[in-house]
């Protein structure tokens, strides 16, 4: 072969001659993209995680907003309650001047002071009569009345009080109960009617 023939030959051999040759260009990009596509999962996840943590955020701030909005004279209604008590005790002690216009001038302002606080969702709780509630009333004593059904509210030592949907100060009552010859009574006649249906059934 000549000197010519081998310098034709370099020639003709050139760059778009070469063919580069990798393992598997396929397998390559597949876990291109599953990298990819776990890191995105990955990302998203985070978002997700970090969106809910505030979501959870804004509501409680916004819960505690709220409730300092709607809460937020509590504790003034709360240091109030004592004079209410004051003007009731007044009342009570003098029921035998009840036309006397001192009298009279408590009875007004009280009501009216009642009245005010009611405005701002200060609610007295009724108790005297009613069936008893420890959510809402506080047992001081037991007495026996023979005039009133058992667990009802005979007598209220000192009002309760609500404050919106929530108790501020539960009532102080005694509670009734059957008296006790009443009991004795119940349970003989209890103890006679178990007698006489088992005399039956024999």
């Known amino acids: 072969m000549g000197e010519k023939e081998l310098d034709n030959k370099n020639e003709d051999f050139g760059e778009d001659d070469i063919e580069l040759v990798t ?98 969702g200060l609610v007295r709780i009724e108790a005297t009569g009613k069936p008893f509630d420890p959510a809402i009333h506080h047992a001081m004593s037991q007495v026996q009345r023979a005039d009133m059904e058992e667990n009802m509210i005979a007598e209220e030592f000192r009002a309760g009080f609500r404050y919106r949907d929530k108790v501020l100060r539960p009532s102080l009552v005694a509670v009734s109960a059957k008296p006790q010859k009443q009991q004795d009574n119940d349970a003989e006649a209890s103890e006679i009617k178990k007698t006489d249906s088992i005399e039956e059934e024999q």
């Open 23 to 120: 393992d598997s260009p396929d397998e390559e990009t597949e876990q291109q993209k599953t990298a990819v596509s776990a890191e995105a999962d990955e990302l998203n996840s985070r978002y997700l995680r970090l969106y809910a943590d505030f979501e959870n955020y804004r509501k409680r701030v916004n819960k505690e907003k709220e409730d300092l909005v709607r809460y937020g004279n509590e504790s003034l209604l709360y240091e109030i309650l004592p004079a209410i008590d004051n003007l009731d005790l007044a009342l009570k002690h003098a029921s035998e001047e009840i036309n006397s216009g001192l009298v009279q001038g408590v009875e007004v302002t009280l009501k009216e002071l009642q009245r005010t606080l009611e405005k701002f």
